[in-house]
């Protein structure tokens, strides 16, 4: 497990002071808690795919539906992968009909009435933004129970260590991370340093995602609510 204080080390010694401007604590930590940050939110790989969440980041929210809007935030600490939401009987409440949580039009198409309007018990639900939508609008607020994954918490102190990253991976990603940051900010000759941690950086990210696996979601979703139909994008 990777500390602060040794993640500084690490990338204080692979650049040689050649390509920082300035060696102050404040700003390697700021570029470390940024990488965490990135790769947590997912890192777009050069075969296309977008890295899976953080295991480790994974969550469960409380959000407090509003009388007199469809929507609400989903906080501060939320980031991504919204997977399941559970109304405060326990039940879940379905997603759009051929999607996920986060196909907003979808979940229009779904809506009795366009302007989300509609008032009652809640039917469905999906996420736009940082924003979950629901209709119907609860006479109530209604805690809802909302599965996702979490930003990792920024380190400070010099013991603090990466949140969310599998210990084995925390050096090398975040010193070629930061490392690529630096050398490409650099314009005398680096492009040799660029390219070498970006591609230490992906070798280790392509590592990382074989580690965790990837967590498939359905494509296809059949809920009692909303009937037996697919509801693609024609519809």
């Keep these: 497990m990777a500390t602060l204080l040794q993640l500084q080390t690490a990338i204080l010694d ?15 930590t700021d570029r470390i808690n940024a990488a965490v940050l990135a790769i947590a939110a997912g890192i777009r790989m050069p075969n296309g795919q977008t ?19 469809a929507y609400k935030t989903l906080g501060t600490t939320y980031q991504r992968g919204v997977i399941k939401v559970v109304d405060s009987s326990g ?10 949580y ?3 039009n979808l979940f ?21 933004g940082t924003n979950l939508y629901y209709q119907a609008i609860p006479s109530a607020s209604e ?4 599965y996702a994954y979490r930003k990792p918490v920024d380190m400070s102190g010099s013991s603090d260590t990466p949140d969310g990253i599998p210990d084995q991976f925390q050096t090398k990603l975040i010193k070629h991370y930061v490392g690529w940051e630096l050398a490409n900010e650099m314009v005398d000759g680096l492009a040799d340093k660029q390219v070498y941690h970006q591609n230490e950086f992906y070798k280790t990210m392509y590592e990382l995602i074989d580690f965790i696996g990837i967590d498939g979601e359905p494509e296809y979703y059949n809920s009692e609510y909303e009937g037996s139909f697919d509801g693609g994008i024609c519809d």
């Design 14 to 28: 692979i650049s040689k002071n050649h390509y920082i401007q300035t060696d102050s604590d404040i700003e390697l």
């Design 51 to 69: 890295s899976p969440p953080l295991p480790d980041l994974f969550t469960t929210l409380t959000v407090a539906t509003a009388t007199d809007a």
């Design 91 to 100: 039940d879940e409440i379905a997603c759009p009909s051929g999607g996920n």
């Design 102 to 104: 986060y196909s907003f």
């Design 108 to 128: 229009l198409n779904r809506l009795q009435k366009k302007d989300m309007s509609e008032s009652g018990s809640i039917y469905i639900c999906a996420v736009k």
């Design 143 to 146: 805690n809802l129970t909302v």
